[in-house]
């Protein structure tokens, strides 16, 4: 049980465009949501949370305007990086609390984005 | 402000051998501490969930310790295998409102057959 996926695993995507990454929950309603970005050979770092049916609460530094987040449904949350820049390529992980287990998060498989 | 620490940052050794991995955390004040594993371009996997309240934690041939009040946290791995090689991850869950998980960077595992 507990299982969250992500789509795509990875995309490559032209400077400019926009990417949509999703977050799915898929045997359990996910209250929340999170998001982190990851760069190579560091930790995880926490870009937002998101509670479904809210907008999305960002980390200092991340800026809303650029990572748009969307959390309408208890089991989807999805990720849109606007006008992507090269500096934007990184490894993209969502992560899923439910309603009964409020201390434990589970984590999708990443989504790996390189912008040319 | 809860800092994690993880030592060593790489460790490399032959199959077969026990091995222990350290993880210092600031702020006692902590709901869980959890241990991941992270492979090379891939998510995380979860592998143990000690509650504050605990002092240890097993799977298989992992054990997990946990000592709040000196802030501290070791993942033992027994026999050690080529698969076990990866990153392995510590992160407390802080008490408070937020409950935000703060993670450490990481311990590097390489285990060489």
């Known amino acids: 049980g507990a299982v969250v996926s992500q789509h795509p695993s990875w995309v490559i995507c032209k400077s400019g465009t926009s990417v949509k990454i999703e977050c799915r929950s898929l045997?359990?309603?996910?209250?929340?949501m999170f998001w982190y970005r990851q760069f190579p050979k560091q930790s995880l770092m926490l870009m937002a949370t998101?509670?479904?049916?809210?907008?999305?609460?960002?980390e200092q530094g991340v800026e809303k305007d650029k990572f748009l987040i969307n959390h309408a449904s208890l089991t989807l949350s999805t990720l849109t990086v606007t006008s992507a820049h090269p500096e934007d390529s990184s490894f993209y992980i969502c992560?899923?609390?439910?309603?009964?287990?409020?201390?434990?998060?589970?984590f999708g498989p990443g989504t790996r984005l390189t912008v040319l | 402000k809860q800092e994690v620490t993880q030592i060593p940052a790489a460790l490399s050794v032959p199959e077969g051998e026990n091995l222990v991995l350290n993880c210092s955390f600031t702020?006692?004040?902590?709901?869980?501490l959890q241990w991941f594993r992270q492979d090379p371009g891939k998510g995380l996997t979860s592998l143990l969930l000690?509650?504050?309240s605990q002092r240890e934690q097993t799977s298989g041939r992992l054990n997990a310790s946990l000592d709040k009040s000196s802030g501290r946290s070791t993942l033992y791995i027994a026999a050690s295998q080529p698969g076990d090689s990866a990153t392995y991850l510590c992160?407390?869950?802080?008490?408070?409102?937020?409950?935000?998980?703060?993670w450490g960077l990481g311990t590097s595992l390489a285990v060489n057959p």
């Open positions: 992560s899923a609390r439910g309603q009964v287990m409020v201390n434990e998060q589970f």
């Open positions: 045997d359990f309603q996910a209250t929340t």
């Open positions: 998101s509670n479904e049916g809210s907008k999305a609460t960002y």
């Open positions: 702020d006692s004040a902590i709901y869980n």
């Open positions: 000690i509650q504050s």
């Open positions: 992160a407390v869950r802080s008490a408070g409102n937020n409950r935000k998980l703060i």
